[in-house]
């Protein structure tokens, strides 16, 4: 891979969430498998945005308006796990693979509360 050239790419939120994506995206071709196309469409949608709202945001002009994003990023983080638990109830997914990974959503919550709290301070 080349230097790196944007902003969020420098971003411990980011690459955390960059790093659980690929996690998200092995779920959602388990669930193309077992022909739950709209349940892996959603997660990979929700997964993505998290991403993308910590880039967009990086390159926004001002604190408070990257510290909008990274609200709606927050949220995309709430709805990635909201699937994931519904999918485990449904016994679409087996409960030990997605702990782990409602750990690191949750680990990225936090982290993008306090990003935003010191953008806005």
Do not use: C
């Not at 971003?11 to 955390?16: A, G, Q």
């Not at 449904?90 to 509360?113: A, F, G, T």
């Amino acid at each position: 891979m080349s230097a790196k050239q944007f902003r969020f790419e420098d971003l411990e939120i980011w690459r955390k969430a960059a790093d659980f994506s690929g996690l998200l995206f092995q779920i959602a071709d388990k669930l193309d498998e077992k022909r739950k196309h709209r349940f892996a469409e959603q997660l990979r949608a929700a997964g993505l945005s998290i991403t993308n709202n910590i880039a967009e945001g990086s390159g926004s002009v001002s604190d408070p308006d990257f510290a909008n994003f990274l609200n709606i990023s927050r949220r995309s983080v709430f709805e990635v796990a909201n699937i994931l638990i519904l999918l485990t109830r449904e016994r679409y997914l087996d409960p030990k693979e997605i702990v782990p990974i409602l750990n690191e959503l949750e680990e990225e919550s936090r982290m993008l509360i306090a990003f935003m709290r010191t953008l806005r301070s």
